[in-house]
């Protein structure tokens, strides 16, 4: 089975930073990746697909790149909003789908 | 509108059994993808199970043999039997969907909260 293995587990950063997150897979998956933002007591949200799609109404601040092992998801200017936990996701089969451990931003 | 909306979670005993359901609306069921994702207490999240348009379904190895996933298609809805449960496998259980289009999951319930406990 695919392992998803995100970096790092918690971020601190302030209002107006760019943040980066990794998230590495233990074998290719193509750009079959996804980005989900999470809130606590929230149903998870989709922010990006196959690796650098944005999803709709998603704002253009967040961006997704990388293909086979590695990807990042960058916040190019940190809101207050976005505090949240994001999780990555590979989708190269649909029978297994696996998520990294996610990644909590705090502000 | 596209959502869902999940049932069926409460308190079991180990051992015991639940049906989670999950209403589809603005979609079918059986054009898409549906699955179940969990997130046990203070964790991350953890796909369940998936089925097919087709009818092909898979299942995470901790579940296998106990779990199964189901359509009604005439009432647009989504199962999932859970059967001789454990206290790990408590979780706030989410209904999703995919579909197939390789966008990604853009469709999620807001969850139903299973706990295993005597």
């Known amino acids: 089975d695919i392992q998803m293995t995100q970096s790092p587990s918690t971020l601190s950063a302030s209002v107006g930073d760019r943040v980066t997150i990794t998230c590495r897979a233990s074998q290719s998956v193509s750009n079959w990746l996804a980005w989900y933002q999470q809130k606590p007591g929230q149903a998870p949200n989709l922010l990006i697909y196959?690796?650098?799609s944005l999803h709709s109404g998603v704002p253009s601040r967040f961006s997704g790149s990388g293909s086979g092992t590695e990807f990042t998801l960058t916040i190019s200017s940190l809101q207050p909003d976005d505090s949240a936990t994001y999780y990555c996701q590979q989708y190269n089969s649909y029978s297994t789908w696996t998520f990294g451990q996610g990644t909590k931003v705090e502000i | 509108e596209e959502q869902v909306v999940e049932s069926g979670g409460g308190l079991i005993q180990p051992g015991g059994s639940l049906r989670l359901s999950c209403a589809a609306s603005?979609?079918?069921?059986?054009?898409?993808?549906m699955a179940w994702v969990r997130q046990a207490p203070g964790k991350g999240l953890e796909w369940v199970s998936v089925?097919?348009?087709?009818?092909?379904?898979y299942y995470t190895d901790s579940v296998k043999g106990r779990f199964t996933i189901s359509r009604d298609n005439s009432k647009n809805t989504l199962y999932l039997q859970m059967n001789n449960l454990r206290a790990e496998d408590t979780a706030v259980y989410y209904c999703?969907?995919?579909?197939?289009?390789?966008?990604?999951?853009?469709?999620w319930g807001q969850g139903t909260t299973v706990t295993v406990s005597s």
């Open positions: 196959k690796a650098s």
């Open positions: 999703a969907r995919d579909t197939g289009r390789r966008r990604g999951v853009d469709v």
């Open positions: 603005g979609f079918t069921v059986n054009t898409n993808y």
């Open positions: 089925i097919y348009p087709g009818g092909y379904m």
